[in-house]
């Protein structure tokens, strides 16, 4: 099952000022290791993985997270490095979380498939070895990550240490955020008494559509509304999912109360989600989406009509090269083949971020948050001709 294979690399380092600064990166450190040979960048395919806290009723979606990170050997030209290195990934706050949700429990009726503790759909776990996508960077997909630490603490941003070792040594090393919530408010409106709020979903959902959920538990959404993320094809003369979700509650939202709105369903009035530089620079989820109504089209497509960097309006820039064509943010590369993420963070997660575990990586790398536009971080030293934010060189 791959959860969010929509995610993939998210690329085009898309250095917004050129490179910058001078004097190289910062070694050690708690964010990061820059070696005289080779640096890790580390990203999250989306600024935020969505999972349900509880399975016995129903499932939007399971525990499920993607982890990218790009190896570039250091020098005056240099270069990505796809092989002859070991690329392993853990998360020292957050080692296990079969005793954090019954997905487990879940797991056979909802998938087919009987997962040991801690090991997600994909068969991984909260650690191990990340494995080369063929796209210039390494991944590890299906992390079954929860919200809650292993303090009992809960945090949707804990961080991943990623770890690059050649011939036994150490070469470099940094923190990624491996963002997580089960903050999907249902309980805002579905509040009758006497029955849980699943129920009272399932039940609502059976009054009006003359189905039998209620009597189905488990239920997976994406048995019969089509869910993309989850490979799941639904049933086609039904909206997919995220069609039906926006079209139903759009003229619902009031009743929510939310300054944001989509903090109902979207993590959350804790979580908030929606961090980075756009963010601080006063948008908001509908000035980048639409309105709910828009979400909802049908002539939408679910996870590939999205916001894209060089929309007019938006990012433009004379001799810049932001997505390729018929290519979102997420899936583009550029700078001789740096992913965006890799400079920029993710979708969502633009840095800097008002979350200091998103702005760990660059600050450690750097010495300062934002876009990863110090030219020494890769360079030995820093290049005389100017930045290319092109793909030219792939």
Known sequence: MRYLRLAGAVAACLFAAGCGGGG?????GSGGVVSTSMVVLGYNDLGMHCINQDFSEFMILPPYNNLHAQVIQ????PRIVTGGVTVDYSIPSNTHSADKTNFWTYAPQLFGVSLADNIGLTGHGLSGNMTPTGT????VTGIPITPTLDSGAEDPYPLA????TSGGQVVASTQAVVPVSWEIS????HTTPGISVATDILRKHDEEHGTHLETSKPVKCGQCHAQEPLGLAGNPSLPSLSRAMHDSHSSRMSRAGLSVPCYACHPGVRTKCLRDVHFSHGLTCTSCHGTMTAVASSGRRPWVDEPRCGN??????????????GTLFRNSKGHHGVHCP???????AITPTVVSADNTQAIALQGHSGVINKCEVCHINRPD???DHRLSGD
């Open 161 to 164: 240490t990623i770890t690059v």
């Open 186 to 189: 249902c309980d805002i409106c």
């Open 385 to 387: 001709d100017g930045f």
């Open 136 to 139: 210039n960077d390494w991944s």
């Open 24 to 28: 190289g990166g910062n070694n050690g």
């Open 312 to 325: 007019a309006g938006c990012h433009t820039r004379s001799g810049f090269e932001f997505e390729q064509p």
């Open 74 to 77: 250091r020098g005056r030209e």
């Open 342 to 348: 890799a400079c920029h963070g993710s979708p969502h």
